[in-house]
DNA sequence: GTCTATACAGTGATAGAC
DNA sequence: GTCTATCACTGTATAGAC
């Protein structure tokens, strides 16, 4: 099986590999022999074993962006003035990584997941590069369609919101799945995404005060 | 500096590594080095790398998780054959390890957060055996105060509800910190408890269809 | 019991031949 | 573009000193 150039065969072998069993988890040794490549392959291409997983992740995240991009992008317009509804931008946030990523069998999630808690600077460096444009473009939509929210609350909820996808989105959900024994807390990508956007458009709503203990 | 035991010098050593880069991110040799041991007292004391990272985690997550269950037991003796207020059930689940952890250059909850995800079988393990009985506890009372989801919304919000809470806590954040360029989002642990709290309840409170697309 | 020195197979990376 | 040889490093195991 080699039909494909020794570049394309190593990003496919090394996202099968780092989705099973994490970055740090899987040798440039395992990458190339599942590629059937040489060992000094990964190098020669990507710089690094870091640098293939950049690759990978882009291949994949970087399309999906694009998308959520452009559709924020005309709905606004479509709004004219006014700001979004929050389960509107939602729902634009959540729909499209969730459709493409919720199948049985795809592992990616996971390794995002653990990636956006990964502190060394190599893995750092990829996933800020990656996903700062789009949280950026959210956030400030995000301000627009809250003005009751303080700039410390919004980012805080942010958190809460980001937190609560990742989360859902990385099936393996070690916990989760151990927790519950198998029993899948819900396999239809739509029904999590309006789940999901439910939760979070309550969160974002609620006004509450924004320091110290004080009666309402 | 030798002034405790092996052990101890060992798991304190181990603790602030681990926490600043990661299980996989430190290795056997820095932690023996700064604890002024024997590369081997590791495997001597703790029978691996993941054994020591076990008896870390469970001396800080250990005393915490009794406290959590002993204030909802205390809870529900106090309300008796009513369920427990939605937010007051969170409010229990997070005040403990938020009040504990959430303090400048406590960096445990960072650690704490990329295990969840990570997908080797010893580390699985290790968070499994720790967090398992506390979830099952909550799980249970949280069924009984809202009745109203099926199981598989139950699950999926419980899953939404530690992702935020997993996440506001390792305060790395590593996306927020670059997204928002050090502008701390939440720095007293009280008011962070609350946000969460308040989040979450109108998460779980509301009531919507569980299946399939259907006109209100 | 506690600790030490050392050996072993595995890792990411690289220089240089082809 | 590909390959081999080699480097410094990793976690682990064990023999033996105290």
New binding site residues.
Partial sequence: MKPTS?QARLLDAAESLFSERGFKG?????ITEKAE?????????FG???GLMKALIERQIGPLNQLRIAELDAAEAAAGDQPLAIDNLLRIFFTAPIRHFHKPGQKLPNLLARLHQDPSPEVVEVVVSVFQPIADRFLTALHRSAPHLSEAQLITRAMFMKGAMVHAMSDGLVLASAMTEGRVSMDDPEELIEELVQFCTEGFRLHTPNSGPQAE
């Fill in positions: 020794t899987i040798s440039i040794r395992e490549a040489n060992l000094a392959a990964v190098n020669y291409h690094s074993k870091a």
